[in-house]
């Protein structure tokens, strides 16, 4: 009797494990599957230095129960976001963000590097298979042109989508590139493993020109604002001596 009860619960043991090794299966081909499918395009709006970028997101086939989302983007030297602007926004935004670094606002490009910054957007519940959300950049000042160009081109690329999902621990069904580390929520207060959607063959990344000094005026403008100071001087001082002001 001893016998069949432990062949009895070792049964349904192997029964439930199978069973759970079978969901798991079936919800890891569904974000492969959501991966393959889906689409990240970019779109920019505004004119100068203060622009909008707008990402859409469309997964598909449909929704992924308990499915988080992800966006990872790779900013360039020439654009900043104000971490400032962000925060007074972030009661309007349907989105949360996070920087890897400390943005310095006022630095010219050539004195900086590109940065990064997560973005998790707001849902409750299954992530919606459309997501639509727009993010304040700026232009940073370049350094002037001596070849005569007037404008400096920034190029902006398309985020990274990065998906996961609590039922789906078994990662190494994947390629071992596609699976990253990153924050598992805005507070960064540890890192999950999350699965990185494969380069689309058509990229939507954008460009932003921004002017540029001309480097060849660099001698005629400083002689120029040297000459007219001097003038200024000249002509304060002697109203002063002629009207007895000092």
């Known amino acids: 009797m001893m016998y069949f009860e432990l062949f009895f619960v070792l049964a349904c043991l192997s029964k439930c494990y199978c069973l759970n090794k079978a969901d798991e299966q079936e919800h890891c081909d569904q974000l492969k ?37 992800l966006l990872l983007y790779r900013w360039p030297n020439g654009v900043f976001v104000d971490p400032y602007q962000l925060a007074s926004l972030s009661d309007q935004s349907n989105f949360e963000i996070l920087l890897d670094s400390a943005i310095d606002l006022e630095v010219p490009a050539h004195k ?55 039922k ?23 890192t999950c493993s999350w699965v990185k959607q494969p380069l689309q063959q058509e990229s939507s990344t954008v460009s932003v020109m921004l002017p540029v000094g001309d480097g060849s005026a660099t001698m005629l403008v400083c002689g120029g604002t040297l000459l007219a100071t001097m003038v200024c001087c000249v002509a304060l001082s002697k109203y002063m001596l002629k009207h007895r002001l000092v």
């Open 112 to 166: 900086t590097s590109g940065f990064l910054t997560y973005v998790f957007p707001s849902h409750t519940g299954s992530a919606p298979s459309f997501l639509q959300l727009t993010i304040p950049v700026h232009g940073r000042y370049h350094e002037p042109s001596f070849a005569g160009e007037a404008f400096a081109s920034v190029h902006i690329e398309p985020p990274d989508l990065l998906l996961r999902t609590e």
């Open 33 to 69: 599957q959501w991966l393959e499918s889906s689409s990240v395009s970019l779109e920019l709006s505004k004119k100068g230095f203060h622009r909008e970028v707008t990402t859409t997101v469309e997964l598909r086939p449909s929704a992924l129960s308990g499915a988080s989302v």
């Open 168 to 190: 789906c621990s078994d990662l190494r069904r994947f390629d071992s590139h596609s699976v990253v580390d990153a924050p598992c929520t805005v507070s960064n207060s540890s």
